[in-house]
């Protein structure tokens, strides 16, 4: 009964290679969030969905495209991975609209060498 | 653009004592947040400062807003080992982003 969950914990990976990470809410929320923080735990939003429509696009690299096939899912796509994209990516959900409060899931990890 | 600037980021306290983090922000906000961090963990919601004058408190912990100041507080009250981990807070932009603070790495020692 884990609120907000992703999948997968940890990826290690080589440069340039194309990979996913996969978020779920089950608290009915209908806005999604991916943030990362890196290595200084400096936390920075990426992207945000509310019902399905992507309402924040931050500066990040064309590289990073997110996907919401429907509003309990936001997976984060990455390609062409770099060394400076390793980091720990969380995933959130809010009630409503954007600025409510957000709940957190797990993190992901990701390295890549 | 919005600006979050905690102080101060590193905090070691003895158990016992009390303690204030400090939380400014650049341009107004509806809202303030403080989150808690556990060492690879995920982020667990402490509290939602709404308005001016907000205070709200859960145990040790009391967290409170000023927004003519553009300043929110979290009051550690006789510190306790459980509290050691990294405080967050955390405004909302005009344009519903939210934006943090470099966190504050609170550590209680005995």
């Known amino acids: 009964d884990t609120a907000v969950s992703q999948t997968p914990k940890y990826l290690v990976t080589q440069m340039g290679n194309d990979k996913s990470i996969k978020c779920e809410q089950n608290?009915?929320?209908?806005?999604m969030y991916w943030y990362k923080q890196d290595s200084k735990k400096f936390l920075k939003i990426m992207f945000s969905?509310?019902?399905?429509?992507?309402?924040i696009n931050e500066t990040v690299p064309n590289r990073f495209s997110p996907k919401s096939p429907d509003k309990a899912h936001l997976n984060l796509h990455i390609n062409s991975l770099e060394l400076g994209d390793s980091a720990v990516y969380f995933c959130?959900?809010?009630?409503?609209?954007?600025?409510?409060?957000?709940?957190f899931g797990p993190g992901t990890r990701l390295t890549v060498l | 653009e919005l600006k979050v600037e905690q102080n101060p980021l590193f905090l070691s306290m003895q158990e016992g004592k009390n303690y204030t983090i400090y939380c400014n922000y650049s341009?107004?906000?509806?809202?303030l947040y403080w989150y808690r961090q556990d060492p690879g963990k995920s982020l667990e919601s402490l509290f939602v400062?709404?308005?001016?004058?907000a205070v709200k408190q859960e145990g040790r912990l009391m967290a409170s807003l000023d927004t003519k100041a553009r300043l929110s507080t979290l009051h550690i009250t006789a510190a306790v080992h459980d509290l050691s981990a990294t405080y967050f807070c955390?405004?909302?932009?005009?344009?519903?982003?939210?934006?943090f603070g470099k966190g504050t790495l609170l550590t209680v020692n005995p």
């Open positions: 969905y509310n019902n399905k429509e992507l309402i």
């Open positions: 959130a959900s809010s009630q409503g609209a954007p600025g409510e409060e957000q709940f």
């Open positions: 341009t107004t906000s509806d809202r």
């Open positions: 955390a405004a909302l932009s005009s344009n519903y982003k939210l934006t």
């Open positions: 400062l709404l308005s001016n004058g």
């Open positions: 608290l009915g929320h209908d806005t």
